[in-house]
């Protein structure tokens, strides 16, 4: 039903940025909640960043918080992920998800999310 795809990975140096960006397609709402995962290798997937549907309502897992902000773009069906500070334990892959939720609140575990993206790889270099 809607299919995410993430993009804006690569290599970057330590205290470097990223944006990264995840376009959804097929049936899109303005009501979908909206997440950035990572996973890195050997590692569990783990919660990043989440914003709920009208994006005035955003969460952070304490590793990024203050470094990373994730926002939207309704009209493009967009979800962006900006990743300042870059350190080398933020190397992994990173997945979009969404899931459908009207409500102000967002979600930040796996099991909320209904849809996922194919992931985009970000490396840090020390």
């Known amino acids: 039903q809607v299919q995410l795809v993430e993009s804006g990975g690569g290599l970057v140096q330590a205290g470097g940025s990223l944006r990264l960006s995840c376009a959804a397609s097929g049936r899109t709402y303005s009501t979908y909640a909206m997440g950035w995962f990572r996973q890195a290798p050997g590692k569990e997937r783990e919660f990043v960043a989440a914003?709920?549907?009208?994006?005035?309502?955003?969460h952070y897992a304490d590793s990024v918080n203050g470094r990373f902000t994730i926002s939207r773009d309704n009209a493009k069906n967009t979800v962006y992920l900006r990743m300042n500070s870059l350190k080398p334990e933020d190397t992994a892959v990173y997945y979009c998800a969404a899931v459908w939720r009207i409500a102000t609140t967002v979600p930040i575990t796996r099991a909320e999310y209904d849809y996922w993206g194919q992931g985009t790889q970000v490396t840090v270099s020390s």
């Open positions: 914003i709920n549907w009208s994006g005035d309502n955003s």
